[in-house]
């Protein structure tokens, strides 16, 4: 089945650790994001990538990093300058960067706590 | 700045009426906008696209209006069923330019029996 998955679902990250959420696609397209959300604010964008080796800051880039080594593959790391991690991270991804008429993909989410 | 903008946050409905969530936009270069439907815990589902080209979208119970002089767009579900209550996001992209989606912060329909 073609897809777009994320893991772990749900993350516990110590204070000061970094940590790296995956997000693999199997359906062959060519940009991939990051999103965040928190409860009131909807979702915002992060990170994305709409060509292999290559990636743009989002609106909320602070703390976080990215690679795209593969085009399956946008791993995020959440480092330990992001001061408030706690949140749902959402990956997607869409044939192209949303020329004409393609909608983005979702990935179930993974669930970040900072214990 | 919010670029994307849904003022209502909750929504209820009875079965069998109409629907109809509204969503506004700052930013004239949008060109394409979308809605999401999300249950908690889960990653959005694509419901239904519009292009700047048209002012009408339909797909069954759902259909979305787009009004490009008020920068306003409305996705209206007819008739409303239990199944649709969820969170709803407003999107939008520059896709002439390529840039990612923007979302609104959603609206919460709860539709009762």
């Known amino acids: 089945d073609g897809g777009i998955t994320q893991s772990p679902k749900y993350l516990f990250r110590k204070e000061g650790q970094n940590v790296t959420l995956s997000c693999e696609q199997n359906?062959?397209?060519?940009?991939m994001y990051w999103y965040r959300q928190d409860p009131g604010q909807g979702l915002r964008l992060i990170y994305y990538?709409?060509?292999?080796?290559?990636?743009q800051k989002g609106d909320i880039a602070e703390g976080y990093s990215v690679s795209r080594e593969k085009k399956e593959s946008f791993p995020l790391t959440v480092t330990s300058a992001q001061k408030n991690p706690t949140a749902f991270y959402l990956c997607?991804?869409?044939?192209?960067?949303?020329?004409?008429?393609?909608?983005?993909?979702f990935g179930q989410g993974t669930r970040l706590t900072v214990v | 700045d919010q670029q994307v903008k849904q003022n209502s946050p909750s929504l209820s409905v009875q079965e069998g009426r109409i629907s109809i969530l509204n969503c506004d936009y700052t930013n004239s270069m949008f060109d394409y906008f979308l809605w999401y439907k999300k249950y908690p815990a889960e990653g959005p589902t694509f419901l239904i696209s519009i292009s700047s080209i048209k002012d009408k979208n339909e797909d069954g119970r759902f259909t979305v209006f787009l009004n490009k002089s008020a920068k306003h767009l409305s996705l209206h579900i007819v008739p409303s069923q239990p199944g649709d209550s969820a969170v709803y996001f407003c999107a939008a992209s520059d896709a002439q330019a390529g840039t990612a989606l923007i979302f609104g912060k959603g609206t919460t329909l709860s539709v009762s029996s």
């Open positions: 359906l062959n397209h060519d940009a």
């Open positions: 997607a991804s869409s044939i192209a960067p949303f020329a004409g008429n393609t909608e983005a993909f």
């Open positions: 990538s709409q060509i292999v080796n290559d990636f």
